[in-house]
């Protein structure tokens, strides 16, 4: 049974890694079941996978915690791991087709030196665990959080087609400044398994002070429902 006063958000540990990928399964099933053929549900959503994908991303977070953050919200009282967060500070391969998108909105931006962009790149929550403000925790401990000091703007990118994860990115007054086309073993974190199939991203933009609004406004007092720790 979820109960949010039993659930703390708190930065990812190596022990957590199986705890996200069951999470991470659970979820991106539920949501993808409808975008995706079985063989690549199977393929990149599988526990183990997504236990050494975990594994790969909080071992960044602990080696590089200037360029990586990795949270999970955790039921205290049943120990479990209730949803993981990835966000990362935009790399090089982003600038690539980031960069343009946000200066076809008339921001002056030239080039990553000059800003800090942060990524929001990965959030899934259980599915019992869904419609309980644990999102907007997510949003205002990312944008909080040391590594984005400098960063004024973040992006995030929506798999084509599905509904949900851009709904929750405007109530943080996101806008859609384009789209990419990938191949869908690269946009799922296994760049060498040579896939020929492509997913299509839809690449949206928020400003940190709208995401900072937004979570003030949700938490009514200015105190985040769910502990952060």
């Known amino acids: 049974m979820f109960i949010i006063e039993n659930m703390i958000i708190r930065a990812g540990t190596m022990a957590d890694a199986r705890g996200a990928a069951m999470v991470h399964s659970i979820a991106a099933h539920k949501a993808y079941e409808k975008l995706h053929t079985p063989k690549i549900l199977q393929e990149h959503f599988g526990e183990q996978i997504l236990s050494e994908f975990w594994a790969q991303q909080i071992r960044n977070s602990i080696n590089c915690p200037q360029l990586y953050k990795v949270i999970v919200a955790e039921d205290v009282a049943q120990r479990k791991i209730s949803g993981v967060c990835l966000a990362a500070v935009a790399n090089k391969e982003h600038n690539g087709h980031i960069v343009p998108m946000i200066q ?4 002056k931006i030239a080039n990553l030196q000059d800003t800090v962009i942060g990524n929001i790149s990965t959030v899934y929550f259980h599915p019992d665990c869904q419609r309980h403000g644990m999102g907007v925790n997510f ?8 590594i ?9 990118e929506t798999l084509n087609g599905y509904e949900i994860s851009p709904r929750f990115f405007k109530q943080f007054g996101a806008i859609n400044i384009g789209q990419v086309q990938t191949a869908t073993s690269k946009h799922y974190g296994r760049e060498n398994e040579g896939e020929d199939d492509s997913v299509i991203l839809q690449v949206w933009l928020m400003q940190k002070s709208n995401i900072i609004n937004t979570c003030n406004d949700k938490f009514g007092n200015g105190t985040p ?3 952060e720790n």
């Open 104 to 107: 076809k909105t008339g921001r």
């Open 139 to 146: 949003m205002h401990n990312v944008v909080k959080s040391e």
């Open 148 to 156: 984005f000091q400098g960063s004024d703007l973040f992006v995030t």
């Open 225 to 227: 429902r769910i502990r």
